[in-house]
């Protein structure tokens, strides 16, 4: 390991690098870290590579395979971007030394039971990687790394993508060899096409080099092709292989790869294996001490050059490391002491000639703006339109039955959401925003002039369809969009605000526009507002397009939205006709198993929209337990507070919503303090601080007394709420798109937004049920009490989510602050 050079950059995709870890046939390997603290090994891909198409295509298709490798002795394919200016794949750190290093540098050979041993673990971790439909291709001792609990096979299936660039599966275009020609096998010497047998071949040489410290067949003194012979026509010397495998190394170094044995074969031969420890005192102590220097080690920082420095293009190899110019020799022999695939040519891309693939966007800012207008525009047509939705009753005579205008949007919404997170990872986030503003703007005109019940209900379908292209998409853009910790923390309060006090100035806008002009108005009012963000983000947004189009999970994309459909209408149904009806109960049932079938193949896959969450760790479970609740918490509250203000004070729409302002005012209060906080405060803090808040002031509202004036009740809840909510929603958003690759961002924010929705869909039910219940138990003339009664007893409920998601947050989420966690790794 050693130190980062000036030339080096800080950062790769989302992993801050700390170190060099060395150079190998591909690139440059660097150790880095996620945002989330997880320690990985990324590999940078050679210029000499990263300019041919051909192999960005091969390299894509082969990272894609190796992620979906499993088993418990390799190095699992963490994250990779075969579409960035530098092609780089990140994969889980093996903290030991490789198996060369081992034999040729710190031991010698091994003892029969560590030899039996690696034998059992590697046919196990070839296993897995054939059952992923992958040949490892390059299993030598130097991809094998020593660990205390057993040996860890790593590049797997990656060294493919270099042989593409001549269709020949020995030479590069310098015409040196790729691999180790001590470990090739007869088949791939001769340029035939490989099988799994292959690797066994392999694993036969990696046995009898720990077994002997020696090469398979010599060190190739008499040069390449007189090598390369005696790999494909001369026998093994097992001189030196224990008797007790001898048998079953033989067996793997057959000529004739069908008379091969099978890593599971090899794998149930070796499986009884021997008592205590796998390796000798010796090795592991000297394991214990590398570990130990692992764990002193720091980077180091001088007073002329800062610690954090601005990301820069991967280098080129410092001179020192680069051949002398000429002609490269025609073969250099594999020797023990200093194995590698091809010799380092310079890493990374010319002097000036790739952008910085880390570089923040310039006009980041404005694209933000773009995002907040975005999310003003939904949040303005739904609560215009829930506003004004006795008056569309009125004008269209519509029923209040299983398909009407508000269920249409909502459930096209729900099912729809994930489709958008995925769209916004194949197409790019701009492109996705445009399409989604650019429809939603056409359902809007069409909405405005239905004439027909029918007709506004596909609008509104059409205008759920379209918000859900637009919501994940936004969220994307803010979570990529911003990697400094302080500007991040100003992002994220900003959409915090937006999230927790817009739907007041969308109640403030709706409410006058039906009032002063008609409830079509306030529909086609969104068409400007739409085009005005079309163009806002055709000029400042950033066109990068998607990083993986080769890579989906269509049936977990069914199965989620499926899910959503079947719960948000389940829900609906509830509400109106009760919990126990047996439509109601079908649904619920069927949306519940269908999103429990969702979160475990997210678990399970590696494809979109899984993508954004390879692994439901305790972190980001908090985060989706949180948002559910949140997300029931918070719906209740504009609704309340309309039916309050209209019904007990008597304000019309317009000065209803003016009355609302407190709300926005106290998002944006918060927002600013979320700025400040959010860098340097541990998430779950300001999270649980400001869901207790938000909890408080939903209380206070629960109990209003109708004989109250408006400013000492409902004035201090409105503070308390929108001033808690803002707190808690930008740490949330921020902690729950955390830790995830720009690809997957659109996919990741689906997600967080798809728990919001499943918690806005319970409340949503809940607070009609028990209106609706109140109201049906009433006499006509205390029905507006009861009215009011049935809003504030959802209040109570919501109240009680928002501390049960405080309490979920305290006991999940992390407790440290970013930049404290970051200097204690």
Known sequence: ???????????????????????????????????????????????????????????????????????????AVLDADPEAAVPWVATQYIPGPDLRTVVAEDFGPLPEYSVHTLANRLAVALRAVHEAGLIHRDLKPSNVLVTVDGPRVIDFGIA?????????????????????????SPEQVRGRELTPASDVFCLGAVLVYASTGRLLFGAADSGLNAHLFRVAEEEPDLTGVPQPL?????????????????????????????????????????????????????????????????????????????????????????????????????FGPPPAALP???????????????????????????????????????????ADGPLNPVTAYVVAFAGLLLLGGYVCDRVGAKRTVIIGLAGFALASALCGSAAAPEM??????????????????????VSTGFTDPRERSRAFGIYGAVAAGGGALGALAGGWLAELASWRMSQFASVPLAALAVTGAAIVLPGRPSDDRGR??????????????????????????????????????????????????????????????????????????AMVLTGAGFLALLPTLTVYLQYVFGYAPG?????????????????????????????????????????????????????????????????????????????????????????????????????????EAVCAALLVSLVSARLAASSEESQAEQLLLGYTETLRWAAGALLLAALVSGLLLRARTPAAADNAR
């Open 160 to 184: 493919r993508a270099m042989d593409s660039l001549t269709g020949d599966s020995l030479h590069t275009r310098t015409g040196m060899l790729i691999g180790s020609p001590g470990f090739m």
């Open 655 to 759: 000065p209803a919503g003016v009355m609302l302002l407190p709300l926005a005012v106290a998002a944006v209060t918060a927002a600013s303090l979320s700025a400040r906080l959010q860098h340097r405060t541990a998430p779950r803090v300001l999270i649980v601080s400001g869901l207790v808040t938000a909890a408080a002031g939903t209380l206070l509202l629960a109990g209003i007394d109708p004989g109250s004036g408006y400013g000492s009740q409902v004035v201090p809840g409105m503070l308390l709420t929108g001033f808690g909510g803002t707190l808690a929603l930008g740490p949330l958003f921020a902690a729950a798109s955390s830790g995830i690759a720009p690809r997957h961002s659109g996919a990741a924010a689906a997600v967080v937004l798809t728990a919001q929705q499943v918690g």
């Open 552 to 625: 989906s999970d269509g049936f977990g994309l069914l199965l989620g939205s499926a899910g959503l459909v079947a719960l948000v209408y389940g829900t609906d149904e509830a509400g109106r006709v009760g919990w126990t009806t047996p439509l109601a109960l079908c649904f619920l049932a069927a949306g519940v198993l269908l999103l429990a079938a969702f979160v475990w193949r997210t678990t399970r896959t590696s494809g979109t929209p899984s993508a954004g969450h390879p692994g439901w760790d305790r972190e980001r479970l908090g985060c989706a337990v």
């Open 356 to 398: 910085d693939p880390a570089a923040p966007h310039p006009r980041r800012w404005w694209g933000l703006g773009v995002v907040v207008l975005t999310q003003l525009l939904v949040l303005l047509d739904v609560m215009g339109f829930s506003t004004a939705l006795p008056t569309i009753q009125g004008d269209l005579g519509l």
């Open 456 to 477: 506004l209900i596909v609008a509104r379908a059409l205008q759920g369809a379209f918000a859900a292209l637009v919501t994940p998409s936004g969220l994307s853009l």
């Open 246 to 346: 001898a048998g079953l190394v033989r067996a793997c170094l057959e000529k004739d790869p069908a008379a091969r044995p099978t890593p599971q074969e090899v794998a149930d031969r070796t499986a009884v294996g021997q008592p205590g420890e796998w390796l000798p005192g010796t090795v592991l102590a000297q394991l214990g001490r590398r570990a130990a220097r692992l764990l002193d080690w720091a980077p180091e920082t001088s007073a002329a050059e800062p610690a954090a420095q601005p990301d820069l293009p991967v280098p080129s190899v410092p001179r020192q490391h680069r051949p002398e110019p000429g002609p490269p020799p025609p073969y250099a022999p594999t020797a023990p002491a200093a194995e590698r695939s091809v010799p380092a040519r310079g």
């Open 1 to 75: 390991m050693d130190q980062l050079i000036a030339a080096d950059p800080t950062r790769i995709g989302p992993y801050r690098l700390i170190a060099r870890l060395g150079e190998g046939g591909m690139g440059l390997v660097y150790l880095g870290r996620s945002e989330g603290g997880r320690t990985v090994a990324v590999k940078v891909v050679q210029a000499e590579y990263a300019g041919h198409p051909e192999f960005r295509r091969r390299f894509a298709r082969e990272v894609a395979a190796a992620r979906r490798v499993g088993g418990d002795w390799t190095a």
